[in-house]
């Protein structure tokens, strides 16, 4: 029997979809390390996994995200979160390139690892499923900027050491 599934972690064209949903919040933050574009990325797709995020104090409420929307669960085993993370970078690397192609993100800040929108803008319906998305999963976006925001990236108690997936020791701070 062949079975066929589909795995929007391993698909540049669902990548896309989700870099245009984060569009706001990279335009709020400023320019964005590609790293932090990955996580925001990560957290979009898998909302249930906010849970493995040790955060501060004053941002624990944003644990309960993660029974919010453990409907979104996959029904199979996943690999770790780390594994996971590693295995869509192909695809979150082709879904940026696409973008700064097609002038959604600035094509000279992303050479050089950075995230930062243009003022092009996508094809109406596009637009409108996005804002739709977006709206259905306000408490996710606002997350999402939040964490884009209060939290360094790099070093130790950055995010890729509150979130564990990337290595955080070897960077200069």
């Keep these: 029997m062949i079975q066929l599934t589909f795995e929007p972690a391993l698909d540049p064209f669902h990548a ?3 870099f245009l949903r984060l569009r706001d919040v990279f335009t709020s933050i ?4 590609r790293d932090l574009a990955r996580i925001l990325d990560f957290y979009l797709l898998f909302p249930f996994r906010v849970e493995g995020i040790r955060l501060t104090p004053q941002d624990r409420k944003y644990k309960s995200l993660s029974k919010t929307y453990a409907i979104s ?7 770790e979160d780390r594994i ?3 295995r869509m970078e192909p695809m979150q690397i082709a879904a940026l390139d696409t973008l700064a192609d097609q002038n959604f993100i600035i094509p000279e800040r992303w050479s ?4 930062m929108t243009t003022d092009e803008q996508p094809p109406l319906a ?17 997350f999402l900027s939040t964490l884009g925001s209060t939290y360094t990236l790099t070093g ?11 290595e955080y020791r070897y960077d200069p701070v």
């Design 84 to 86: 996971l993370f590693s």
């Design 30 to 33: 400023g320019p964005v390390h």
């Design 126 to 142: 596009i637009v409108e499923r996005v804002k739709t998305a977006n709206e259905a999963n306000a408490d996710l976006m606002s």
């Design 156 to 166: 130790k108690d950055g995010l890729k050491d509150r979130t564990g997936l990337l």
């Design 112 to 115: 050089i690892g950075e995230v």
């Design 16 to 18: 896309i979809f989700r």
């Design 73 to 79: 669960k996959p029904y199979g085993e996943q690999p």
